[in-house]
C-alpha cells in the first residue's frame, strides 16, 4: 500500500465519498484496518436501527446493537453495510461485527452470528461460560 494511501486516513482527510469511490479493495480495506470499525461506521453514516438487552445466567447484561448505513453502499448487492455491536458484559470490550443487512432486529442478527448447530429458534443468552 502506497504511504499516501495511509496518510488519507492517518490525517484525517478520508471522506465516504473518497471511501466509495476507492476501487482498490486493498486500498479501502487498510483505511479500515487504520480508522477501525467505530470511525468507519461514522464516515459511511451508519445509524443504529435496533437494540436489544439480555440478561444471561449469572445475572451478565449484555446489550446489543444492530447498525446501517443510510444508503445502499454496496454497489454489487445494491445494499446497505450493517454491523452488530456488542459489549462484552465481564470486560466490557466493545465488538463491531460486520452482518447482513437483511437482517431487521439485533437479536436476529446475534442469533445469526451464532453457531450453525445452535438453532436460531432458541431464545439469545448464555446458559453459561467458560
Given at each position: 500500500i502506497p504511504s499516501a494511501v495511509y496518510e488519507v486516513a492517518l490525517n484525517g482527510?478520508?471522506?465516504?465519498?473518497l471511501f466509495l469511490k476507492e476501487a482498490n479493495?486493498?486500498?479501502?480495506?487498510?483505511?479500515?484496518?487504520?480508522?477501525g470499525e467505530?470511525?468507519?461506521?461514522?464516515?459511511l453514516?451508519?445509524?443504529?436501527?435496533?437494540?436489544?438487552?439480555?440478561v444471561h445466567a449469572g445475572n451478565?447484561?449484555?446489550?446489543?446493537?444492530?447498525?446501517?448505513t443510510r444508503k445502499a453502499l454496496n454497489k454489487v448487492l445494491n445494499k446497505q453495510y450493517?454491523?452488530?455491536?456488542?459489549v462484552c458484559p465481564s470486560t466490557g470490550t466493545v465488538y463491531l461485527t460486520p452482518?447482513?443487512?437483511?437482517?431487521?432486529?439485533?437479536e436476529e442478527a446475534a442469533k445469526f452470528h451464532r453457531p450453525e448447530w445452535v438453532s436460531k429458534d432458541m431464545t439469545y443468552n448464555w446458559f453459561s461460560r467458560s
Open positions: 482527510e478520508l471522506t465516504r465519498e479493495d486493498e486500498y479501502r480495506s487498510a483505511w479500515y484496518m487504520i480508522l467505530s470511525k468507519m461506521m461514522n464516515i453514516d451508519a445509524k443504529e436501527i435496533d437494540k436489544f438487552t439480555v451478565e447484561t449484555e446489550t446489543i446493537t444492530l447498525f446501517k450493517a454491523w452488530l455491536k456488542r452482518t447482513d443487512p437483511d437482517l431487521q432486529t439485533a
